[in-house]
């Protein structure tokens, strides 16, 4: 997305809140985290994709603004050292709609949808839903692109060996796979889960 569109999705999220967005400051500090050096993957390459996977999708949510929002902060804090990355860009998702008066349950509902991005359940309600296909939608990219991901994930966790690393990527891929379907929005599933299996199961065997 380009820096203006990324910038009215931003507005548009906190309108349909019904809230004021933040000063731009919020924002710019959310593109800098997505920048960061450590990152080759959770970069902006990969919020701006899901972005557009959420402009075009978006009618299906229950409450856009809010899964707008979860998709801006579900890699805000991202440390390859850590295991809490979710919960602390979940928290500072949530704090940063209590500042902004949001009201309580939209915090605490966009809270529970950046959590829903560990993966380790299968996602429940429409949002969520929506939210976990638009994370997983490179699952079902175009050959190039999945391939690029790889590296790019491979890079995240370069300081891994190869001999531990690369098994566990498998069985991470392997248990996306092994679910009766990836993705769980009608047209999500149509344009991706062919392709999705098709990279999973290559990258496993490669």
């Known amino acids: ?12 999220a906190w309108q349909a809140l019904g809230v ?11 593109q800098r985290r997505y920048a960061e050096p ?15 996977w959420f402009e075009r999708e978006k009618a299906l949510a229950e409450h856009p603004g ?11 804090v991202y440390d390859v050292h850590a295991h809490d990355n979710e919960a602390r860009s979940a928290h500072w998702a949530r704090e940063a709609l ?18 829903a991005t560990c993966h380790d359940a299968v996602p429940e309600g429409r949002d969520a839903e929506l939210l976990i296909d638009i994370d997983l939608s490179i699952l079902g990219a175009e050959r190039a692109r999945f391939d690029e991901y790889e590296r790019q994930v491979g890079e995240e966790y370069g300081f891994v060996p190869a001999a531990v690393r690369l098994p566990r990527r498998r069985a991470i891929l392997q248990r996306f796979l092994d679910r009766d379907a990836i993705y769980a929005t009608p047209r999500m599933h149509a344009l991706l889960e062919a392709r999705a299996r098709a990279n999973l199961q290559r990258s496993i065997a490669g």
């Open 1 to 12: 997305m380009t820096p203006d569109a990324l910038r009215a999705n931003w507005h548009q």
């Open 20 to 30: 004021a967005a933040p000063d731009d400051a919020l924002c710019s500090e959310l």
């Open 38 to 52: 450590q990152r080759h993957y959770h970069t902006m390459q990969h919020l701006g994709e899901c972005l557009g």
């Open 66 to 76: 809010e899964v707008a929002l979860a998709l801006w902060f579900h890699d805000a």
């Open 98 to 115: 209590r500042t902004a008066g949001a009201g309580e349950a939209a915090a605490k509902r966009v809270h529970a949808l950046v959590m």
